[in-house]
């Protein structure tokens, strides 16, 4: 039967994330570190809010693009917070961020288009180019550069069949940010090459240190080109509510609302009603989480110092990209036998588009107390691995 499947169906096998969940089963005491899922609950107002939409009649279908009432509170925070100037006519609430990157990427990737990716890259980034028909085009990313975006690669993968550019920034798996001088090069490149870009800022408000975030819609001949794609799962630890969004160009507007009704009708109005509460109330809670993902980064690159494994320094996000290539295994033996040796779970960078199989992606989303001790398990299992 599995020759009836559809060609684009056939690609999807078991995942490096499958064996190690079935190996997990297995072990107790496990510390996860893999996880893209914030430790913290959702806070109180936004839950209240959701609970209130219930019991107050929100159960019916809203509009395909979203709760008026939603969209205008993005439009405006776009324009105060990001310097974007979206109408809440350009906005679309999808079931959350990846919803909204599958409508983009369905509404302007045709058959043989490719579409320049960086990597390493969040992983359905590929599926719903396949999906869509598109090639992809691979751009890379370095440690050296922190795994900032680079407009020098990018022109250097480009040709005449070139169509689209996605890019995350922050970057998952990578924490990479890429800088706004880099961004405005980026902008350059994009309007002489006529490119649409996809720009994914679901870590806009997880940025470390203070940096800047720069959305690329907002620089100049950026605004009719670019789609911005965001969300509440990350910053607001709604993963669980699926609410994002995407703002774009009006010309698209039409064939992108017509593919969100295909998809899914419309994202739950209840749902919608405590994401306008997060905008509306939420930012107190997304400083302290910050504050805490902060505290617990500092925590990991002091002992990966100790332990003299290399990194790039992340600009925000909440994950870690970690070079082991120094314990002289591959990543996928590193993160498999530490799994079984030490209970703790992080996964390779095979999981994230990138074939070097030298990096392994630690996240920042388990108690500080969990994280120390995650870290002295495998500070113990990388001086066996080297004594070994």
């Not at 500092?298 to 110092?305: F, G, P, S, W």
């Not at 295994?329 to 209970?343: G, K």
Request: net charge negative; glycine share 8%; proline share 5%.
């Amino acid at each position: 039967m599995a020759a009836r499947l559809a060609a684009r169906a056939v690609s999807v096998k078991s995942s490096f994330r499958t064996r190690m969940l079935e190996l997990a089963a297995g072990l107790d005491d496990i510390i996860a570190l893999g996880r893209g899922d914030p430790d913290f609950e959702t806070p109180p107002a936004i839950v209240a809010a959701g609970a209130d939409a219930l019991i107050g009649g929100y159960t019916h279908y809203s509009p395909p693009p979203g709760l008026p009432e939603l969209r205008e509170a993005i439009a405006f925070q776009l324009k105060l917070n990001n310097n974007v100037n979206y109408q809440a006519n350009q906005i679309i609430v999808t079931n959350g961020a990846q919803e909204a990157l599958l409508i983009a990427i369905l509404a302007l990737v045709d058959p043989g288009d490719e579409v320049v990716l960086q990597a390493p890259r969040f992983n359905a980034f590929d599926y719903m180019v396949k999906l869509a028909g598109g090639r992809i085009v691979d751009v890379p990313t370095l440690e050296e550069d922190d795994y900032a975006l680079k407009a020098e690669a990018i022109g250097g993968v480009l040709t005449d069949r070139s169509k689209l550019l996605v890019i995350a920034n922050p970057n998952n798996p990578t924490g990479g940010l890429t800088p706004r001088a880099e961004l405005e090069r980026i902008a350059k490149l994009a309007e002489a090459h006529d490119l649409l870009v996809i720009s994914d800022e679901i870590y806009e408000k997880l940025l470390f240190g203070g940096a800047e975030h720069v959305s690329l819609a907002g620089l100049d001949g950026m605004g009719d080109r670019t789609v911005t794609v965001n969300g509440f799962s990350k910053a607001y630890a709604m993963t669980g509510w699926r609410v994002g969004y995407l703002a774009a160009p009006e010309w698209l507007m039409e064939a992108a609302v017509e593919i969100k009704h295909t998809l899914s009708i419309c994202t739950p109005p209840a749902l919608q009603r405590g994401a306008l509460a997060a905008l509306e109330s939420g930012d107190a809670a997304v400083a302290t989480m910050l504050a805490e993902y902060e505290r617990r980064l500092e925590l990991v690159l002091r002992r990966l110092d100790a332990m003299d494994i290399s990194y790039g320094l992340p600009g925000g996000g909440m994950y870690v990209y970690v070079n082991i290539s120094s314990t002289g295994l591959d990543a996928e033996t590193f993160c498999l036998e530490l799994l079984r040796r030490e209970q703790v779970m992080v996964f390779p960078g095979t999981m994230f588009a990138d074939p070097a199989n030298q990096h392994i992606r630690i996240t920042l989303l388990s108690p500080y107390d969990s994280m120390r001790e995650a870290l002295v398990r495998m500070e113990r299992f990388v001086k066996a691995a080297r004594g070994s």
